[in-house]
């Protein structure tokens, strides 16, 4: 066995992240079936229903699941308040201090809007952000750039081809676009903005200073694809004077926001949720972020013990979550179980079609 591969450990960080938040649950019971929902999250079942979790679980049916879901006593905001560090060791960080709206006394947000609030409840926290960066939708707004630079948290947003920029110590208002065309063709300098799946994503940068002033510095960042010529720009401010590869790994930390979604669809199930309404898909959320933030520990857990043989690359998160199942998670089931679940799916099949085929003919009478 690869010496990477620590059941037992494994084991104990899955039962410390549960153990964390179980407080939250009131009830023992709870608790329990909180557990074994993300233990289920977790496994290799296809499809992390609310059926399928139950029957995982040894349950007889899965109303206990759905009760988890939708009319059970919990708090999903107080779940995710706990910081789940990279290693086994787990640390409380303290509760946003805002008062939270229940969901039918929220209006419409815009894009920005709802990020503005959610960057201010993660720096209320006490969550440690040096920069911010997103696209063309949140570096339109001005709201959100002025909020940044108030608390001081640097930013790298990006823009339309339309934008205007002053250059020339404020003398000149020029598009973007434009100003990309006047720069020399030595002045763009070749940087990756992080490693991809096909090796490292290598541009060309190019920056221009927007504005100076004591405390803060402004550039417009430019970046040219090699092969293709086309052309990304990003309004940049900082408190404080960085280089340009500074700016370029900023921007290209925003890749990692994608492949987590990516992850967490593909690992922990982040989209099977089968809900109506907005708390049951909340709580379904916040437990499958919970299972991701496990996979997540022991990803960084494993990579402290790089692997004997160098042709062997570190442990990627899907072949954790394998080698979870397989020492880890493993849960035979007695046939009669097995079966019980198929009548159950079958019964419960039949009453919905009979269902559906009275409603149909009613309308039709």
Same mark, same amino acid.
């Given at each position: 066995?690869?010496?990477?591969?620590?059941?037992?450990?494994?084991?104990?960080?899955?039962? %410390?992240?549960?153990?964390?938040?179980?407080?939250?649950?009131?009830?023992? %019971?709870?608790?329990?079936?909180?557990?074994?929902?993300?233990?289920? #999250?977790?496994?290799?079942?296809?499809?992390?229903?609310?059926?399928?979790?139950? +029957?995982?679980?040894?349950?007889?049916?899965?109303?206990?699941?759905?009760?988890?879901?939708?009319?059970?006593?919990?708090?999903?905001?107080? !779940?995710?308040?706990?910081? /789940?560090?990279?290693? =086994?060791?787990?640390?409380?960080?303290?509760?946003?201090?805002?008062?939270?709206?229940?969901?039918?006394?929220?209006?419409?947000?815009?894009?920005?809007?709802?990020?503005?609030?959610?960057?201010?409840?993660?720096?209320?926290?006490?969550?440690?952000?040096?920069?911010?960066? *997103?696209?063309? !939708?949140?570096?339109?707004?001005?709201?959100?750039? @002025?909020?940044?630079?108030?608390? *001081?948290?640097?930013?790298?947003?990006?823009?339309?081809?339309?934008?205007?920029?002053?250059? $020339?110590?404020?003398?000149?208002?020029?598009?973007?676009?434009?100003?990309?065309?006047?720069?020399?063709? @030595?002045?763009?300098?070749?940087?990756?903005?992080?490693?991809?799946?096909?090796?490292?994503?290598?541009?060309?940068?190019?920056?221009?200073?927007?504005?100076?002033?004591?405390?803060?510095?402004?550039?417009?960042?430019?970046?040219?694809?090699?092969?293709?010529?086309?052309? @990304?720009?990003? &309004?940049?401010?900082?408190?404080?004077?960085?280089?340009?590869?500074?700016?370029?790994?900023?921007? =290209?930390?925003?890749?990692?926001?994608?492949?987590?979604?990516?992850? *967490?669809? *593909?690992?922990?199930? /982040?989209?099977?949720?089968?809900?109506?309404?907005?708390?049951?898909?909340?709580?379904?959320?916040?437990?499958?972020?919970?299972? &991701?933030?496990? &996979?997540?520990?022991?990803?960084?857990?494993?990579?402290?013990?790089?692997?004997?043989?160098? +042709?062997?690359?570190? /442990?990627?998160?899907?072949?954790?979550?394998? &080698? /979870? $199942?397989?020492?880890?998670?493993?849960?035979?089931?007695?046939?009669?179980?097995? #079966?019980?679940?198929?009548?159950?799916?079958?019964?419960?099949?039949?009453?919905?079609?009979?269902?559906?085929?009275?409603?149909?003919?009613?309308?039709? @009478?």
């Amino acid at each position: 066995m690869c010496h990477s591969v620590d059941p037992t450990g494994w084991r104990v960080i899955l039962d %410390e992240a549960v153990t964390r938040v179980a407080d939250r649950f009131v009830r023992a %019971e709870l608790r329990r079936t909180a557990g074994q929902f993300v233990e289920g #999250l977790l496994s290799g079942v296809e499809r992390k229903t609310c059926w399928s979790l139950a +029957e995982r679980a040894g349950h007889d049916d899965p109303q206990a699941m759905q009760r988890l879901l939708r009319t059970a006593v919990w708090d999903a905001d107080a !779940v995710r308040s706990p910081a /789940l560090p990279t290693r =086994g060791i787990l640390a409380r960080s303290p509760r946003p201090s805002h008062r939270r709206r229940r969901p039918d006394d929220v209006g419409f947000a815009t894009k920005p809007a709802l990020a503005r609030q959610m960057i201010a409840a993660a720096l209320d926290a006490g969550v440690p952000v040096g920069w911010v960066t *997103g696209d063309e !939708v949140y570096g339109a707004d001005p709201g959100l750039r @002025a909020d940044l630079e108030h608390r *001081g948290i640097g930013y790298v947003l990006a823009v339309g081809c339309d934008r205007r920029v002053h250059v $020339n110590d404020g003398r000149t208002l020029i598009r973007v676009d434009d100003l990309a065309d006047r720069i020399p063709t @030595a002045e763009w300098q070749q940087h990756s903005c992080g490693p991809g799946a096909k090796g490292p994503r290598d541009y060309l940068w190019a920056w221009v200073t927007t504005a100076t002033s004591p405390g803060e510095h402004r550039w417009l960042l430019i970046r040219r694809n090699r092969t293709t010529g086309e052309l @990304a720009f990003y &309004l940049c401010w900082s408190p404080r004077l960085v280089p340009l590869h500074t700016l370029v790994t900023v921007d =290209g930390s925003r890749w990692s926001v994608e492949e987590l979604f990516q992850t *967490g669809k *593909g690992q922990v199930g /982040l989209d099977h949720y089968q809900v109506r309404g907005w708390t049951g898909w909340h709580r379904f959320v916040t437990l499958a972020m919970l299972a &991701l933030a496990v &996979l997540t520990i022991l990803a960084a857990t494993t990579a402290q013990q790089p692997d004997p043989d160098p +042709e062997i690359i570190a /442990l990627t998160v899907a072949e954790i979550r394998r &080698l /979870l $199942n397989a020492f880890v998670l493993a849960l035979p089931l007695p046939p009669a179980h097995t #079966l019980h679940w198929s009548s159950w799916r079958r019964t419960s099949q039949a009453r919905a079609r009979r269902s559906h085929y009275q409603r149909r003919l009613g309308h039709l @009478a």
